[in-house]
């Protein structure tokens, strides 16, 4: 999994301010997912996107958040005017293809604090 | 509530023993897989198990899959300090199309 490169590692805002975290697949991937892990909670899928798509956003919240995955660069998961309630781990994981019965490869996450 | 739920919620056991970790699931799966979780870290994938399958090995892991009773178990054998991690079960359903669903985990301690 250290091939899923995440970053920032550690980020703090103040409520109202944006988060904007990056990630970079292994190399050789091209289907990205975003997931979030609350204190002492498993992992909860947020959205699915291959190059330039969209495939699934089903577990994104309504507002505030979004995510995109350029034919150039990282894939990026943007949150506005964040609260509180949005400090958590942010996991990115990729996989070489799409579908959930192949191995997916997490990266070591980014950890958002709202103050 | 949880597609994938983990039992125990923590596990302490001496150096050497086997530890047992189970996960229970509602609805009906395509796969089931193991990942580890170490303190601040992401996760690393441990096996999957498809459901046509019954049992897999690998290392000193042991997965279980009985699609009758919506259950897997984990088997860790020789348990290490380094096994030190909490351990979460993930299915293919009821986390969007393409989402896997996670429980909250095993939090398994190994002590030396």
């Known amino acids: 999994n250290a091939g899923v490169m995440q970053n920032p590692r550690h980020l703090v805002r103040r409520r109202g301010q944006e988060a904007r975290l990056r990630c970079s697949p292994m190399?050789?991937?091209?289907?990205v997912y975003w997931y979030r892990q609350l204190p002492e909670e498993g992992l909860k899928f947020m959205v699915y996107l291959q190059k330039e798509n969209i495939i699934d956003e089903s577990g994104m919240p309504k507002e505030r958040f979004s995510a995109e995955f350029p034919k150039e660069g990282p894939s990026i998961l943007r949150i506005q005017q964040v609260v509180r309630g949005d400090s958590a781990a942010y996991f990115c994981a990729s996989s070489a293809t799409g579908g959930t019965g192949n191995t997916i490869y997490f990266g070591e996450g980014s950890w958002l604090t709202v103050v | 509530s949880q597609q994938g739920e983990e039992d125990p919620q923590a596990l302490s056991i001496q150096e050497g023993e086997n530890a047992t970790m189970n996960c229970s699931y509602k609805?009906?799966?395509?796969?089931l897989q193991w990942y580890r979780q170490n303190s601040g870290r992401g996760l690393v994938h441990l096996i999957l198990i498809r459901s046509n399958e019954r049992e897999k090995h690998s290392g000193r892991l042991r997965v279980t899959l009985d699609t009758s009773k919506k259950s897997s178990s984990l088997l860790i054998t020789a348990s290490r300090a380094a096994d030190t991690a909490s351990y979460f079960c993930a299915t293919d359903a009821g986390g969007g199309a393409d989402g896997l669903t996670f429980g909250k985990g095993t939090h398994l301690i190994i002590q030396p």
């Open positions: 609805t009906s799966i395509n796969n």
């Open positions: 190399k050789g991937h091209s289907h």
